[in-house]
């Protein structure tokens, strides 16, 4: 599913438990924009729970990168109603989840400059259809 983005872009990720430092953790660049996925426990395609973006398409036609890019996104982004790094480990100990891997993919970089948002609705309706339901986690508003 992720294929696509793993051959065109930047990309890596990191493992986070629930006693962990996000800000440790998160291996993501501050400057770029891209999508990222979230897999509780291990990378299969069936454990995908969530798919976000950092940065967006300004009324100009230019990307509108987040002050601190897909890592601050990341990092210090809410979900939840709370910042991550609070929300993430109360989500997972809910959700019997022990560990997460977040795979981050830079679209608009150096490299290249593809727009998150058509990604994100690209895959969401991948999973959509795979799954006949979206990713757990963003089912949540």
């Known amino acids: ?23 440790v953790q998160c291996n993501a660049p501050k400057n770029s924009s891209g999508i990222y996925t979230i897999y509780a426990e291990e990378i299969k395609p069936e454990n995908l729970i969530y798919i976000g973006i950092s940065g967006r398409e300004g009324t100009d036609g230019q990307i509108i ?39 981050w993919f830079v679209t608009y970089g150096k490299l290249n400059q593809d727009f998150p948002r058509p990604i994100e609705n690209k895959l969401l309706r991948l999973s959509l259809a795979l799954k006949e339901k979206l990713p757990l986690w963003n089912k949540e508003t």
């Open 65 to 103: 990168h987040r002050k601190d890019g897909i890592g601050g996104r990341i990092a210090k982004g809410k979900q939840f109603g709370e910042p991550r790094r609070k929300s993430w480990p109360e989500k997972m100990k809910e959700d019997g989840i022990s560990k997460i891997h977040v795979k």
């Open 1 to 23: 599913m992720l294929e696509f983005l793993v051959k065109n872009s930047e990309h890596a990720s990191f493992d986070f438990k629930g006693g962990d430092r996000l800000s």
